[in-house]
C-alpha cells in the first residue's frame, strides 16, 4: 500500500504565502468597495444665456464638491455621480431636462435650476414624479404654497425686499421708484415690494421694467426721473440691473440706487464699473466672510469654500455657487442618513435642523422649505470697487 507523502514546504515560503492569500482577501475587498452602486443625482443650472453669472459658479462648484467627495471615499462608499444639464436659461428647456434625469438618468434627487422660471417651469412634473428637488433660485413662490417635494437653498425675496424697504424706512426716503426685469423673479420682487411698502410707510411712485436681454433703459429712467422719487429700487439679475446702473450715471440721475440680492457676485461691479460705485443691496455673508466675529457660526464655512473655490478656478466664490453648495450637501447629508429612498430623502431634508450652510443657517420643516429669514442677509455698499458690510 502506497503511502501519501505532503510535500515538503520550505519556512521562509509559508509566510509568503500567507501574505498572497491576506493580499487577495484585500484585493477582493477593495474591489467590493469600489464596485458599491454610485448614488446619481442631476443638476440643472443656467449655465449659458441671461442667467449664466448664476449657473456658472453653481456648475463650478457642484464639480468641485464631487471631486473632493469622492477623493474621501464618496458617501458611505458609494461614489457620487451628478447627471448635468444647461438649461440655457430657458424655461422649455428647464423642464425637459427634469423629464430626462427623472425618465431616463434615474436620478434619486435634482439640484437647481438657478431661476425662479426655470424652476417653476418643472415644478409639477417633479410633485408628479415624486421626486426631491433643491433649488438654487430665489422666488418664494417656488415653496409658497409649500410642494412637499421641492425645497431651495437661495434666500427668499421676501426677507430681501424687507432688509431694502427698512434701509428706506431708516433714511426715511417715503417715495421710491421701482424698475424690474420681465421675468418671474422680477415679478415676485415687485410684487412684495408692492406688499411690504406700505407696512413701511414707502409709496412706489414709478413702476418700470426690463427685459431680460435688453442692452438699454435710458427711456424708463428717464420717466422715473420726472417722477418725484427719493431713491431707486432696482430687482433682477446681471447683466440688467449692471445698465440700470451705468444708464443713471449717463443720465446724471443722482438717485440713491438700491438692488436685490441678484447682483450679489463680481459679475455685477465687473459690469457695472465705476456705476456701481454707492450701489447698496442685501446679500448672503458670503461676500463679507472676512468681516464676521468668530462667533459667527458660518465663519470658518464661508472661509473654506472661499478658499477652495479660488484655489480651484483662480477667482472668487459667489453668492450663486453658495446656493449650488448648499443643495449639493444638503441632499449629500440625507443620503448619509437614509440611503437612495427618494420618499426618505424628501424626508430627511424636511427634518434638516441647524445645517450651516454658505446662505445661512438652515432649518427646514413641514410649513417652511427654504429655512432661512431676513437673518440670513447683509446689507452691503460698493465702495472703491469691492464689498463694503453697511453700518
Known amino acids: 500500500m502506497k503511502r501519501f507523502q505532503v510535500p515538503f514546504v520550505p519556512a521562509l515560503v509559508v509566510p509568503a504565502i500567507v501574505a498572497l492569500a491576506l493580499a487577495g482577501v484585500a484585493l477582493v475587498s477593495s474591489t467590493a468597495q469600489a464596485q458599491k452602486t454610485a448614488y446619481k443625482i442631476g443638476a440643472i443650472f443656467d449655465v449659458t444665456g441671461p442667467a449664466s453669472p448664476l449657473g456658472t459658479p453653481e456648475q463650478e462648484t457642484v464639480k468641485m464638491l464631487v471631486k473632493q467627495i469622492n477623493a474621501k471615499g464618496g458617501i458611505d462608499g458609494h461614489p457620487l455621480e451628478v447627471v448635468y444639464y444647461d438649461n440655457g436659461s430657458d424655461e422649455a428647456k428647464s423642464l425637459m431636462a427634469m423629464k ?17 422660471g426655470t424652476t417653476l417651469a418643472g415644478a409639477q412634473t417633479v410633485e408628479t414624479a415624486n421626486i426631491p428637488l433643491v433649488s438654487c433660485a430665489a422666488g418664494v413662490g417656488i415653496v409658497e404654497p409649500v410642494k412637499p417635494w421641492i425645497f431651495k437653498t437661495a434666500q427668499s ?22 424698475i424690474t426685469v420681465a421675468n418671474a423673479f422680477g415679478d415676485s420682487g415687485k410684487k412684495q415690494v408692492e406688499l411690504q411698502a406700505r407696512g413701511a410707510r414707502v409709496s412706489v411712485v414709478a413702476r418700470e421694467s426690463f427685459g431680460s436681454n435688453d442692452t438699454d433703459m435710458k427711456a424708463q429712467l428717464m420717466r422715473i426721473r420726472q417722477s418725484n422719487a427719493q431713491a431707486v429700487i432696482c430687482w433682477g439679475t446681471n447683466p440688467g440691473p449692471a445698465i440700470v446702473a451705468k444708464n443713471m450715471k449717463e443720465l446724471g440721475i443722482r438717485l440713491p440706487l438700491l438692488m436685490s440680492h441678484g447682483i450679489a457676485n463680481r459679475k455685477f461691479i465687473e459690469l457695472a464699473g465705476p456705476a456701481a460705485e454707492g450701489v447698496i443691496f ?79 443657517v438652515f432649518s427646514f420643516s413641514a410649513k417652511d422649505h427654504n429655512g432661512l429669514n431676513e437673518d440670513a442677509f447683509a446689507m452691503v455698499i460698493i465702495k472703491n470697487g469691492d464689498w463694503t458690510r453697511l453700518k
Do not use: W
Not at 296 to 310: E, G, S, T, W
Open 282 to 360: 442685501p446679500a448672503g455673508k458670503l461676500l463679507i466672510a472676512d468681516t464676521l466675529p468668530n462667533t459667527d457660526p458660518q465663519k470658518r464655512v464661508l472661509q473654506a469654500y472661499a478658499a477652495d473655490f479660488k484655489k480651484t478656478y483662480g477667482k472668487e466664490a459667489d453668492t450663486f455657487g453658495g446656493h449650488a453648495y448648499d443643495a449639493l450637501m444638503l441632499v449629500c447629508r440625507a443620503l448619509r442618513a437614509v440611503g437612495p429612498d427618494k420618499a426618505k430623502l424628501r424626508a430627511e431634508l424636511e427634518k434638516t435642523k441647524g445645517f450651516v450652510g454658505i446662505s445661512g
Open 100 to 116: 430626462k434625469l427623472i425618465e431616463a438618468d434615474k436620478v434619486l434627487a435634482i439640484i437647481g435650476p438657478s431661476q425662479t
Open 157 to 178: 425675496d421676501v426677507h430681501a425686499v424687507k432688509k431694502v424697504l427698512d434701509y428706506c424706512q431708516a433714511k426715511r426716503y417715503a417715495r421710491v421708484a421701482l
